[in-house]
């Protein structure tokens, strides 16, 4: 599940991370950020600038930088997710979504799935549980930081493939496409 304050350090890679400390792009200091959130106008409490990253990798949201992309492909936000004290209100909710919705689109997430999937029992089963049967083990997709979005692409995946790439690619995801196309 997503953290905040968390204490960064240079083994995070491709996560949320949510107003972490120590991170090398962050200059430190309380401040306030305009905001505008459903036609509201909004001034968010965050932990610090933005330094040293290219405008490629920002995330612009709600006419305004909400967080960015570092050198591991973690989302960062600088914005201060906190519960109970700004997570309770409705546009910190609105950041909060919009960020895991970022996440959650990533193309590295089917891949992360598919390589988990090579030598992981557990998830195997609840993956060919939901793709056969559209059952599903919430504590374990919580646990590999799955959605139920994922494994619905991840099935789109196996529907869209040939089973001649996942003989050549996938060989582990035969037993899942050979039910798939039963």
Known sequence: MLE???????????????????????????????LEINKKRYFIDTIGDIKNIQDNKLIKEFNGIIGFIDNNDNIISTIVFHDPLTLNKEEYQTIFNAL???RNKSPKKLEYIINLLKDNDELFSITQSFVIKSRYDAKVLLKYKISLDDLSEFKSFLESISKDVIN?????LRPIKNQLIR
Request: proline share 10%; glycine share 0%; net charge negative.
């Open 4 to 34: 905040s304050f968390i204490y960064f350090n240079e083994e995070y890679s491709e996560e949320i991370l949510l107003t972490p400390l120590n991170h090398p792009n962050i200059e430190y200091k309380w401040q306030k950020i305009p």
């Open 100 to 102: 895991t919705e970022i």
């Open 168 to 172: 050549e690619k996938y060989p582990h």
